[in-house]
Nanobody, 117 residues
Framework: QVQLVESGGGLVQAGDSLRLSCAASGRTFSGWTMGWFRQAPGKEREFVGFISGGSTYYGDSMKGRFTISKDNAERTLYLQMNSVKPEDTAVYYC????????????WGQGTQVTVSS
């Protein structure tokens, strides 16, 4: 059974940097497509970005500020957040496509990021 555990969230000020981690357990990790999503209070879940093989893709509001990376040896996914804004405040979730079928089938419990102005 795959388990994903996010960490690294917290309270930061606008303009700061923050790195989120997502530790994975279970089956093969290196071949997974993995993504980050976020959900702010009262809003729908929003796509942040994903990494598949050596390629990354980001939502428009994250381009140039967020970077996704994956350490296969450590079985950990990262989200480096730079120049954060108050509108980045949300619960951030990592997800994995462990079956290579184009959909995320495993999700973490989320980590809260709060950006003060």
């Amino acid at each position: 059974q795959v388990q994903l555990v996010e960490s690294g969230g917290g309270l930061v000020q606008a303009g700061d940097s923050l790195r989120l981690s997502c530790a994975a357990s279970g089956r093969t990790f290196s071949g997974w497509t993995m993504g980050w999503f976020r959900q702010a209070p009262g809003k729908e879940r929003e796509f942040v970005g994903f990494i598949s093989g050596g390629s990354t893709y980001y939502g428009d509001s994250m381009k140039g500020r967020f970077t996704i990376s994956k350490d296969n040896a450590e079985r950990t996914l990262y989200l480096q957040m730079n120049s954060v804004k108050p509108e980045d405040t949300a619960v951030y979730y990592c997800a994995a496509d462990t079956s290579a079928n184009g959909s995320y089938d495993s999700w973490g419990q989320g980590t809260q990021v709060t950006v003060s102005s």
